[in-house]
């Protein structure tokens, strides 16, 4: 099978990369079912890369029923270590503009209905999630963004929604006085999965409005943010196409580890089912 030790994930309006070369699609099944769209892989510059789009080709896949467990997983299975992933979210602060770029460093999760972790009932785990990204990664990338001609902001505080409706005006302002920096709807558990499988993971948190908060700005709507992805989303192939050039050694930061001390179930009374699913994922450690 084709390798790639990088994997990007589109979020909205970003659902292909131009100049790669020796394209290949691949379409992957997984023990979690089949991820949101085939994954394509290729050479962008020096190196292989792998491409998922989140809400799959078309934009058909709504947030909260997004197959992030097969998503992972079937990157994971090509070999990727690295995870830049993109996504649009709104802007819960005045100096953060529609149209800048924000690199996450903590997330506020929101969500309810989405499923979490890889583990279950038959066998327990308990991942560190207090840097919920990983820093030198985040870094790369934050570096390569200031290539760009956008504004770039340097860490933050994500607010993880549920949706697909926006937020109410009590919410959005309930979330500025809790110091978010943005919020979104896809970034989890995305970045909770890429730590069980051990997969350095970052975000890019493309701002397409102020959410509803701002009194001097009009409400939120799709065509508003469809506007301003447009300019993101030829920002965020630059992105990619700089931060895939150089980055990080996986020996700078521990999430290739995160496994190790945190499966808790006896071995006696592990599911030997779960155990053959999460054999790629935690085999070294079980």
Known sequence: MITAKI????????????????????????????????????????????????????????PSEIPALANIYALKMIGVEHIIAFNAVGSLKEDIHPGDIVIPDQFIDK??????????????????????VSSSLSQAVTEAAKQTAATVHEGGTYIVMEGPAFSTKAES????????????????????????????????????????????????????????????TEVSKAIIRLATQSLPSREQCGCANALENAIVTDPDARSKDLIKDLRLIAGDFL
């Open 173 to 232: 302002c309930l979330h500025r006085m809790w110091g978010a920096h943005v919020i979104g709807m896809t970034a989890l558990p995305e970045a909770k999965l890429a730590r069980e499988a051990g997969i350095c993971y970052t975000t890019v948190a493309c701002v397409t409005d102020y959410d509803v908060w701002h009194e001097s700005e009009d409400p939120v709507t799709v065509e508003m943010i469809l506007q301003t992805l447009k300019q993101n």
């Open 111 to 132: 969500t309810t209905r989405r499923r979490n972790t890889f583990f279950g009932e038959g066998l327990v785990a308990h991942i560190s999630f207090a840097d919920p």
């Open 7 to 62: 994997g990007i994930i589109g979020g909205s309006g970003l659902y292909e990369i131009e100049g790669l070369t020796d394209v290949q699609s691949l379409d992957l099944a997984t023990p979690f079912g089949k991820p949101s769209g085939a994954v394509t892989t290729g050479r962008l510059g020096a190196v292989q890369i792998a491409f998922l789009p989140r809400h799959g080709k078309g934009h058909h896949i709504p």
